[in-house]
């Protein structure tokens, strides 16, 4: 167990980019459709958790070739077409349910397997009961240490290399479902019926989108049966790209309701239509006075100033109700939370340690938790906020919230430790085990913490191939900053001046087509792109020969830098706006001319031989040297380094290392 951590709270809004890691449901899904598929599948922002590497740890043992690279978010496996090379084998899931369900039903295809099971002491407390028995009528032996038929874990798990016609209660867990669903493809004239109803249909849901997605759609007949029409092996995925965790992304939503107001968080990756079900959360939150627009491919969580009390039927994404129960301890009347009675079986009875610790911290909560305790049948929580209740409780010092080794507690109580209850700083909540988190999301403190401080500008400047470009967008993804590259402003400027019949050298030429030009921005990702009279041009369109050749010539003009100086200077505030933590703008007259009063000014620089290569990489002829003398000795805006800024020499310094550099840089004046 990791020791206690004090959460800190938020003395100014909270702000930024959430670094949301990938799925855990849509990871470990993809992991065992891939050992099933004939190739090699190169899974892109996957996670790496304890219960992802628990499920890599065991492919691992079962003879599949699996390689991974941490630092960019890489999976690669190699699978068989069905095959599993190891007929026997010892698997430890730990307490990852979906590892536990999904390897199970992949083992029913190892024909004479025999393999030994076991988990955590929580993982022999959950539901397996519904898959044994559906196992055992494909022709399985799942035995228990006493020799007995098995109903959990540890288990050894005979096998007979098909599935059949099979019948299988997932009233319990919709793993036990999703397991099955995923072998089906690989046993040819093999169903699956469920007895009953299951819980959380959006995974089942998202398991039958996958299957489908790697080249085995299921059909769900009229009789409740489903069936794979072409069975055989998955194709492989030469590159599949898993979705952010919405769960995860919860916590980020939730984040503006309990810190002072202006808070404003981007969620990348996070919009409805994708596998998860979780999504349908945001929807919640709204109805509960989140103010939350799209934006491309994720959401932006502009305000939630005040939560507004409600009755929520979170059955079908469950996993989030944790979140809105902590979001609920400030609300301004009770938050009824219902449908979350399969949470009682998961990593940890939720409901019942979700009203423990509601009340630890003062609150009351019905069923109370000595009711929940007593009845195991109970499947609502009401939440009754009361602040001078929870002041009184965290009077003495932060009040240590038990997580139950569930991640889930950790990352909604931490989210809530963020208010400034007392509105001086104090903290009033200690997290124990904060290290728990690390089974779906282990940097999520610093995840969190990364959204605290200070607005900052970082001002990047330096000569051609010093650097700028690459530099800049690193730090703009490390630190969830808005991206400004004014050197494509030239370049775009200069296409559009072009393509009006204006010439490099005309000086009233060019004044005149730029008085009839507007300026905006447009931002996808983490960047912001100039378009002239709403037009973004394409990378390509502005590393033509002709714009490579005009666009220093264009740059020099007193009236061009004068048309695109007010469009840089606001693009700080367009940056607030957006919920960006600060900006990274580059460019050659960013720190003594754009932002002279940037929280953070840098200059690179690298010796003539390194950007001259750097240079030829990119298809650019032009001298360095010339290059240089033009941007240091024209009339407007000459490129220098201005006092104050900070020199960095790159010549033999990797890109991490300076980004690390300037990321301390932003850090410090950021005030984390």
Not at 97 to 110: D, E, Q
Not at 372 to 387: G, Q
Not at 562 to 569: E, K, P, V, Y
Request: hydrophobic share 45%; charged share 25%.
């Amino acid at each position: 167990m990791s020791d206690p951590l004090v959460i800190r709270p938020f003395l100014l809004p909270a702000r930024g980019v959430a670094r949301v890691p990938g799925s855990k449901s849509v990871t470990n899904r993809a992991l065992v459709i891939a050992a099933l598929a004939d190739g090699e599948t190169l899974l892109t922002d996957a996670l790496f958790s304890r219960d992802t590497l628990i499920l890599i740890a065991a492919l691992r043992s079962l003879g599949f070739e699996v390689s991974d690279d941490k630092r960019i978010r890489t999976i690669r496996v190699r699978g068989l077409g069905g095959k599993i090379p190891a007929r026997t084998a010892s698997i430890h899931v730990g307490n990852a349910g979906t590892a536990a369900r999904f390897l199970t039903a992949f083992l029913a295809l190892s024909p004479g397997g025999r393999y030994e099971l076991d988990g955590d002491e929580a993982m022999r407390a959950r539901p397996m009961a519904g898959l044994l028995e559906a196992l055992r009528g494909a022709g399985c032996r799942a035995t228990a240490p006493d020799g007995g038929p098995a109903t959990g874990f540890p288990f050894t798990l005979e096998t007979s290399g098909r599935l059949g016609a099979l019948e299988v209660d997932a009233s319990a867990s919709s793993q036990l479902l999703s397991a099955l669903l995923m072998a089906l493809p690989l046993s040819p004239g093999s169903s699956v019926r469920m007895r009953g109803e299951t819980v959380s249909e959006p995974f089942v849901e998202m398991t039958m989108r996958m299957c489908a997605q790697f080249g085995r759609p299921l059909t769900h007949a009229a009789d409740g049966a489903w069936s794979c029409p072409a069975p055989g092996p998955y194709a492989a995925a030469k590159e599949y790209a898993v979705e952010p965790d919405a769960t995860a992304a919860s916590y980020f939503i939730g984040l503006p309701a309990v810190t002072p107001p202006g808070s404003c968080v981007r969620i990348g990756g996070y919009a409805e239509g994708g596998l998860q079900g979780d999504t349908a959360f945001a929807r919640v939150a709204e109805r509960c006075g989140a103010r939350i627009r799209t934006d491309g491919p994720g959401v932006v969580v502009e305000s939630w100033t005040k939560v507004a009390s409600g009755d929520f039927d979170l059955n079908a994404f469950s996993d989030t109700f944790l979140t809105l129960a902590t979001v609920a301890a400030l609300a301004d009347g009770a938050v009824r939370i219902r449908g979350i009675g399969h949470t009682r079986k998961q990593e940890t009875d939720r409901v019942l340690a979700m009203a423990t610790e509601l009340e630890r911290i003062g609150l009351k909560v019905t069923p109370a938790s000595s009711a929940l305790r007593d009845d195991a049948c109970l499947s609502e929580l009401t939440v009754h906020p009361d602040r001078e209740a929870m002041r009184r409780v965290a009077s003495a010092g932060p009040v240590r919230i038990r997580t139950y080794e569930d991640h889930r507690m950790a990352m909604s109580f931490g989210m809530l430790g963020c208010h400034d209850l007392f509105g001086d700083g104090r903290p009033w909540i200690e997290i124990e085990d904060p290290a728990c988190t690390g089974k779906t999301f282990p940097d999520f403190f610093s995840a969190l913490d990364a959204l605290r401080g200070r607005f900052v500008r970082v001002a990047v400047d330096g000569g051609a191939a010093s650097g700028k470009s690459s530099t800049s967008r690193a730090l703009a993804a490390r630190l969830g900053l808005l991206h400004v590259d004014t050197g494509a402003h030239y370049r775009t400027l200069t296409l559009a001046l072009l393509k009006r019949g204006a010439r490099a050298d005309d000086d009233a030429g060019i004044a005149r087509t730029l008085s009839g030009l507007r300026a905006s921005s447009s931002v996808t990702g983490l960047a912001a792109r100039l378009a002239i009279d709403g037009v973004t041009p394409s990378d390509s369109e502005l590393r033509t020969p002709e714009v490579n050749a005009a666009v220093s010539s264009v740059a020099a003009h007193p009236a061009v830098r004068a048309f695109l100086l007010g469009h840089q200077r606001a693009q700080a505030e367009a940056a607030r706006a957006g919920g960006f933590a600060g900006l990274v703008m580059e460019g050659r007259d960013i720190g003594s001319v754009v932002m002279p009063d940037a929280e953070v000014r840098v200059f690179l620089e690298a010796d003539a031989a390194a950007r001259e290569r750097r240079r030829a990489a990119e298809g650019m002829q032009d001298p360095i040297g010339h290059r240089d003398r033009m941007d240091s000795t024209r009339a407007v805006s000459p490129m220098v380094c201005t006092p104050g800024a900070v020199r960095i020499d790159n010549t033999e310094l990797g890109l991490e290392a300076v980004v690390d550099r300037v990321a301390a840089f932003v850090a410090a004046a950021a005030g984390r």
